[in-house]
């Protein structure tokens, strides 16, 4: 597994990635005294932020951890939480400074002060652990306190989009007395200032009780919420769901299931509601494979993959053709792939390709996929792909699947020609589909460098602050990507959950932010 251990892919279901706080008041909950079951096939990999950074952890984070800022409902620019207020204080963006709220304190009574934010920064970076989110701070040089409620970020580069960093899951803050400063805390105990506490956990639930002491800009409209796990077991999440032992099911239904209960979900008492999504799913290819690494094999596979029947016949319509790595609803989103290769499959274009690269015969390919990580349906998916390759005459290609583990030490060998990821944003920013993917240490392990991207681009991004003036910059990596091929788009999810005819407040948990706001959720 690399670093950014946040690559799921549930189309079915989005996931969560920035701490999204909205509405007014102090977070008390709800008159109706009543608590909300939420039931996923996600499991919680870590209750110490220093760790997670998958999509089970960040729904823990960013439902009991403060960060400095937040997104409001439907915005992707983010505003004051604990701080009181934020900002740049030079042209270059390498300087941000944040006053925090006065009076916070943390669940446990104890002061959240200015030390706490340098402490769980510093923290952070010191444990630096694999599967954590100290990779999304590489801009940062030290963390300043001049006072108890003044944190200066000293950056040694410019990063515009810092401001959106420090709103995710990443930028949880921790109390300095309850968390060691160099090792994660294992015992599962969480103490945080955001809207709720964490009572209790094991491998069946979670359970969440509203944090009286919180201030900040979430409201509770509940008194708690139940989070049972169903670890991959798509059927009982269903089952649970009709059965009324869980009021919404997030995260793990498969595509058949949306569409049956879309159908017929009033029988059920139930009902599907769909919300916007920046999950993608993409081919990657291994630049050095001796298949794979060729542009004739990779433009060949470019002409021949048919998203739209993948769309329909593997995912049910609950995902839409992607042609872009920026996802549409994220500044910089352009159509370089449709642009270069169209959207429907060509033989033709695709066998002169290959003798463009002096390849006369059919081409041997093995498609690698890994079976839950990135969503039920992804086995089918890539043999589908493969199908549609070989239905070509011009591959001869077969899918493997491989559990998750030796899936990633087998990418980061290099041992697979061509292989699929999917991206869960951390922020949502066109930032956050180009520098982890082809910059300096890139999560894609495929060996593809281009210093154009890395030295040009990427470094000019980071200095605007304003993100609609980066639209052409990153309008430029895309049709670089989509000439070099080092990886292809498939789709672009779109965000469900089910919920039963009784819970309300949904609207605002799902929107291209990503983040599953437990608080706006209530029984009517």
């Known amino acids: 597994m690399s670093k950014r251990s946040g690559w799921s892919i549930l189309p079915a279901l989005m996931a969560l990635t920035s ?8 977070g008390v909950g709800s008159d109706d005294g009543s608590r909300v079951v939420v039931g996923m096939s996600d499991d919680i990999l870590a209750t110490d932020p220093a760790s997670g950074y998958d999509p089970g952890s960040w729904l823990l ?3 009991v951890f403060q960060s400095l800022l937040g997104f409001p409902n439907g915005s992707a620019e983010p505003e004051p939480d604990a701080a009181d207020r934020c900002s740049f204080t030079d042209t270059r963006s390498e300087v941000y400074r944040c006053t925090l709220k006065e009076g916070l304190h943390f669940s446990n009574g104890d002061a959240l002060t200015a030390r706490d934010v340098k402490f769980s920064f510093d923290r952070l970076r010191k444990i630096d652990d694999p599967a954590g989110p100290a990779v999304m701070f590489q801009s940062l040089d030290r963390v300043e306190v001049p006072d108890d409620r003044t944190v200066v970020f000293r950056l040694n580069t410019p990063d515009a989009t810092f401001p959106s960093k420090i709103a995710s899951g990443a930028g949880s803050i921790v109390d300095r007395h309850e968390y060691p400063a160099d090792a994660l805390r294992r015992d599962h105990t969480v103490v945080g200032s955001g809207p709720y506490t964490l009572d209790s956990f094991d491998e069946k639930q979670a359970a969440f009780s509203v944090n009286a002491a919180y201030r900040g800009t979430a409201q509770a409209k509940n008194d708690g919420v139940t989070l049972k796990f169903f670890h991959g077991r798509r059927g009982a999440l269903k089952d649970a769901l009709t059965g009324g032992s869980v009021d919404v099911a997030y995260r793990g239904l498969s595509a058949q299931d949306i569409a049956d209960l879309d159908e017929h979900g009033s029988r059920e008492d139930a009902e599907v509601v769909e919300g916007n999504s920046a ?3 993409d081919l990657v290819f291994n630049m050095d494979d001796p298949v794979a690494g060729r542009l004739g094999v990779r433009r060949a596979i470019a002409y021949l993959i048919d998203r739209n029947a993948l769309v329909d016949r593997i995912y049910k319509g609950t995902a839409i053709p992607l042609y872009s790595i920026v996802p549409a609803g994220i500044v910089g989103h352009n159509t370089a792939f449709f642009d270069r290769y169209g959207g429907e499959p060509s033989r033709a274009r695709a066998a002169a390709a290959l003798r463009a690269d002096g390849i006369d015969d059919k081409v041997s390919l093995t498609l690698w996929s890994t079976p839950s990580r990135y969503g039920p349906a992804t086995d089918d998916e890539l043999r589908a792909i493969a ?3 070989n239905a070509s005459g011009l591959f001869d290609a077969r899918m493997k699947s491989v559990a998750f583990g030796r899936y990633e030490k087998d990418i980061a060998a290099g041992k697979y020609g061509v292989y699929v990821k999917g991206w869960l944003p951390d922020y949502p920013d066109p930032d956050n589909f180009t520098a982890p993917f082809f910059g300096d240490e890139n999560v894609l392990g495929n060996h593809f460098e281009n210093t154009t991207i890395t030295r040009k681009l990427i ?6 602050s304003n993100r609609s003036d980066t639209a052409a910059d990153f309008g430029e990596i895309q049709d670089i990507v989509a000439d070099r091929l080092p990886m292809l788009p498939i789709w672009q999810a779109k965000q469900y ?5 009784d819970v309300d407040g949904y609207v ?3 929107d291209t932010s990503t983040v599953f706001r437990f608080w706006e959720l209530y029984k009517s």
Do not use: K, M, W
Not at 459 to 464: C, F, G, I, L, S
Not at 497 to 501: E, K, L, N, P, Y
């Open 19 to 26: 701490v999204l706080l909205t509405g007014c008041g102090s």
């Open 61 to 63: 984070f960013n439902n």
């Open 279 to 281: 999950e993608v799913q």
């Open 387 to 389: 199908d549609q390759l």
């Open 459 to 464: 470094p000019r991004t980071a200095t605007v």
């Open 497 to 501: 959950a089910v919920i039963r005819h």
């Open 508 to 510: 605002y948990c799902l």
